[in-house]
């Protein structure tokens, strides 16, 4: 069960990365700004995790992963942080290419938009005190508005993709929190969340996803248009 970590990450990754070749995709376009924007969210999330780590807010069960740590992250973690937000891009591109009018008018993606960033202001507003729901609906208090405000097409569409994107998500994350082994991959302090869960699953871990995935796509956006002049991701 050693190696269960990192199989979630490479069977995550394996199917996308081999379509990335092919002639009608051709994803690997799309490399250098993807490889950009997940350092770039990296540099976000592996400083938060680490102190979240550190500071017993959630932690990680050796029985099942590999014993190389690097600032007392699993190894497998920091993969987690490349395989994931690149299978997700992907699907995110693929989605679009074969179904490209597959998003949300305009008054609809503002119309959600709003709702979640007031019912995630009133969470915050009343569970500061817990720190994965603060800092975790903080960020995509942040998120969700730049992405209206500045790329209201790419967040029509990701609203979409995000909603086919849940089901490996909970398929992996499951796993992750405890559903179909015997433990927890990874475990959470209860106090430092709301307590409730969908399944194994913190209901902040779907936005913990919506903000991880939505960034990576943001930004892979922004430097794939900026180094080509061009949006074919949004086509």
């Known amino acids: 069960m050693k190696w269960l970590y990192l199989c979630l990450n490479l069977g995550s990754i394996a199917i996308p990365f081999l ?8 994803f690997y376009k799309y490399w250098k700004a993807l490889l950009i924007a997940m350092i770039l969210t990296m540099v976000v999330f592996i ?10 807010f959630w932690g990680f069960n050796t029985e099942y992963y590999l014993s190389l740590r690097l600032f007392e992250l699993p190894i497998e973690e920091w993969l987690f942080f490349i395989c994931i937000p690149y299978a997700c891009v992907f699907t995110h591109y693929a989605l679009l290419h074969y179904l490209p009018n597959l998003k949300l008018n305009d ?40 992405m209206l405000k500045t790329n209201l097409s790419l967040l029509s569409q990701y609203y979409i993709t995000f909603l086919v994107m849940l089901v490996p998500f909970f398929f992996v994350n499951g796993i992750l929190t ?11 302090n209860n106090d430092e969340n709301l307590g409730i869960r969908m ?12 903000t991880l995935i939505g960034m990576n796509l943001f930004l892979t956006d922004y430097f794939y248009t900026a180094f080509s002049g061009k949006r074919k991701m949004q086509s």
């Open 19 to 26: 379509f990335s070749f092919h002639p009608k995709l051709k």
């Open 107 to 146: 008054k609809w993606t503002r119309n959600i938009s709003y709702v979640l960033m007031l019912v995630m202001i009133l969470i915050v507003s009343f569970h500061y005190d817990k720190w994965y729901t603060f800092i975790n609906y903080g960020l995509a208090i942040i998120l969700i508005p730049l």
């Open 199 to 210: 399944f194994t699953i913190p209901v902040e871990d779907s936005i913990y996803a919506f």
């Open 178 to 188: 405890g559903s179909f082994i015997e433990d927890q991959v990874v475990w959470y």
């Open 47 to 56: 400083p938060w995790d680490v102190i979240f780590t550190s500071q017993g």
